[in-house]
């Protein structure tokens, strides 16, 4: 039995490249860890700086993300409210500069994001759209480069610390799975992730996540077989060791996971009831 994994998933990066700045909001909890991390990249010599996830409606934090300008883009991972919640605030902090998602919802005077590989800006660095839903139906990641230093802005896709959910309707574990076998080819490229610390590799950091999630359906399999009936029996027994204030979330994944099974063997839900 594979345990809760609360621990990073490779080794943390030894520092960040001078053109990345963190700025971490005061927002930590179980599912924040210590905070929502909101990256400020800027290339030496250049003006303009890009942020990616502006994070929770924190005047103190979006007055931090300001006090870094100017800023010419403002991108968003995925729209859970931790990160997109302070988005408009800051949209009118900087003046109208864009932001940009893939949900219109959370883009604002700019366009959604849907093109795979789409350069986003000119500031004097790659950045590049990565499209990894799963976790979301609408997450995707960012690899930016200076020079010969590259970087992979996961969002919740991959977290410094511990492993993420799988936001269960709205994500969906094929998806999840698929993404990280993306992220696998990253290799010796930094991650940095939407909460806790950056890792150094972030292709390690996948094949970590991948054979969790995949000895995890191992379990969920065993729980059905031994008689589990419902998401929230599967949770019992598969995150017995989790905190049960967490369970709620683990319910989420529990559920992506059992569709995955259903839709594996041809079944529904693998033949349980999701309630």
Same mark, same amino acid.
């Given at each position: ?76 991972? #995925? ?55 799963? #976790? ?50 990253? @290799? ?27 000895? @995890? ?26 905190? @049960? ?31």
């Amino acid at each position: 039995m594979t345990g809760h994994f609360t621990a990073p998933a490779a080794a943390l990066a030894g520092e960040l490249p001078d053109w990345v700045t963190l700025l971490r909001a005061p927002n930590p909890g179980p599912m924040t860890l210590d905070g929502t991390n909101t990256w400020v990249l800027r290339a030496p010599g250049r003006e303009h700086a890009v942020v990616v996830d502006p994070g929770p409606a924190d005047e103190g934090h979006l007055a931090a993300i300001a006090a870094h300008g100017p800023i010419g883009l403002v991108l968003i991972t #995925h729209g859970h409210p931790d990160h997109t919640d302070g988005s408009r605030r800051l949209h009118d902090l900087l003046d109208g500069v864009p932001v940009r998602a893939v949900d219109p919802t959370h883009t604002i005077a700019g366009e959604p994001l849907v093109r795979p590989g789409e350069e986003l800006g000119d500031h004097g660095l790659s950045v590049r759209l990565v499209p990894t839903p799963g #976790h979301t139906g609408d997450s995707v990641c960012f690899l930016v480069g200076h020079g010969d230093e590259r970087a992979v802005l996961t969002g919740d896709t991959i977290l410094g610390r511990g492993t993420t959910v799988v936001a269960h309707p709205d994500g969906h574990l094929g998806d999840y799975l698929t993404s990280l076998e993306l992220l696998s080819t990253y @290799r010796g490229i930094a991650a940095l992730p939407g909460h806790g610390p950056a890792l150094a590799d972030c292709g390690a950091a996948a094949d970590f996540y991948l054979a969790h999630r995949r000895a @995890r359906l191992d379990q969920v399999r065993a729980a059905v077989a031994e008689g589990a009936t419902t998401a929230a029996e599967v949770v019992a027994t598969v995150y017995a060791d989790v905190d @049960r204030s967490l369970w709620w979330a683990a319910e989420w994944s529990v559920r992506a996971q059992l569709e995955y099974l259903g839709r594996e063997s041809g079944g529904g839900a693998a033949g349980l009831e999701q309630a």
